[in-house]
């Protein structure tokens, strides 16, 4: 099994296209070739490659950014000596001066499969402005860890934001090269756009999406396991609540919730009760943690641990963002006044609620907050968005 990586190092003639021309390369801690060597480096080792230039993401070429709205700044790679731009530092979307320093843009950055995680928006901005311009963009293509699902109700019109792109649904079951090649048909965009494809990559195989071969490196610093990247569609709307999603502890986005004021016992229960069809697919256990930073900090928080993983795990019958609305809706049964939104700038968006931003509109908060809904009613708001969707990236899928 190869990664687009390793498939570009390997074959010369893949590689023939990018001889005299000025090469960057998009990248964050997890862009590693199969032997662990960073991308950058094994790069500018290989012959025909002139690198003159990179660019880091949210967290940082480096990795080192710890939470959300934490900036980069641009530097000079003091081994290369080209500079490192940062597109999550003065700006998010790449500026002519960052555009002239290249010909050709190698996009190598492991995603979680996940609308909200942002680096599938810098995929799309850095097409955006290559469009009309000549430059060409690569994505040397990796594994959606999530596999191939799709769940979660598609982002309205007018709700589009750095954790938002375009009209796709929380889970959207695609690769990065897969989701390029919609961006480049949905968004109109003139741009020399190619694929270096896996090999061998089997969404269906053994790991259902991450190949056991492969180890596990963070591709942002609380993205730190499988687990986590299978329960993200749904442990990441915890940011928009005041519920702690572990941030401050070892396994962060791999809860349902932590507080220091709610019942996890209780909560699991009412789960249960609600709609249990939910819970499949995984284990829920009950926690206890002390986060170090973050959301309650020093207090002694009840949680539920998810566990999509081992014996445990069915790929098919986890759904996490429906777990997680249900885990929201738990707690608003069992206390009905309870504080649960967060109010604060999410991503730089100032005039709407994070759990709504988030969620690319109010549909998911509106259910969980109005005492009579049902799970009928959810399923009614996500169900046709999940089929529209399905359809809609039938035929930019390459494995």
Not at 19 to 48: F, M
């Amino acid at each position: 099994m190869k990664f687009g990586i390793d498939r570009l190092l390997a074959d010369p003639a893949l590689r023939a296209p990018l001889e005299g021309k000025r090469v960057a390369l998009v990248a964050h801690p997890a862009s590693v070739t199969e032997g662990l060597v960073h991308s950058l480096d094994a790069l500018a080792a290989c012959p025909g490659i002139t690198l003159t230039a990179a660019f880091g993401p949210q967290h940082g070429l480096r990795g080192d950014k710890q939470d959300n709205m934490v900036e980069t700044e641009d530097f000079i790679d003091p081994a290369l000596g080209i500079p490192v731009f940062s597109l999550y530092g003065e700006v998010r979307r790449p500026t002519a001066r960052m555009m002239d320093s290249a010909d050709v843009f190698l996009f190598d950055l492991q995603d979680l499969g996940c609308r909200i995680y942002t680096f599938v928006t810098t995929l799309l901005y850095l097409l955006e402005a290559a469009s009309g311009t000549g430059k060409a963009v690569w994505v040397l293509d990796r594994p959606n860890p999530a596999g191939r699902p799709v769940e979660g109700t598609t982002l309205l019109p007018g709700w589009e934001s750095f954790v938002g792109a375009g009209p796709m649904p929380m889970r959207h079951g695609m690769t990065l090269g897969e989701m390029g090649r919609w961006f480049v048909d949905h968004f109109r965009l003139d741009v020399d756009y190619r694929v270096v494809t896996m090999e061998g990559w089997e969404p269906e195989g053994p790991g259902f999406g991450w190949p056991q071969s492969r180890i596990w490196i963070n591709p942002s610093p609380n993205a730190a396991s499988l687990n986590m990247a299978r329960a993200y569609a749904g442990t990441v709307m915890i940011e928009g609540a005041t519920l702690s999603e572990g941030r401050g502890t070892t396994r962060p986005l791999e809860v349902l919730f932590g507080a220091p004021d709610v019942d996890a016992k209780a909560v699991l229960a009412e789960m249960k009760s609600f709609a249990p069809e939910w819970l499949a697919g995984c284990a829920l256990r009950e926690c206890w943690f002390e986060p170090t930073f973050h959301k309650h900090v020093g207090k002694l928080c009840n949680a539920l641990m998810i566990h999509a993983e081992g014996a445990f795990y069915d790929h098919h019958a986890f759904r996490p963002w429906r777990l997680q609305a249900l885990a929201f809706k738990a707690v608003r049964r069992l206390y009905p006044d309870y504080p649960l939104w967060r109010d604060f700038p999410y991503e730089y968006v100032t005039d709407k609620l994070a759990i709504d931003v988030i969620n690319g509109g109010p549909g998911l908060r509106q259910w969980v907050d109005d005492a009579g809904s049902t799970p009928a009613d959810l399923e009614a708001l996500a169900e046709p968005d999940e089929a529209a969707w399905a359809e809609t990236r039938a035929p930019f899928l390459l494995y």
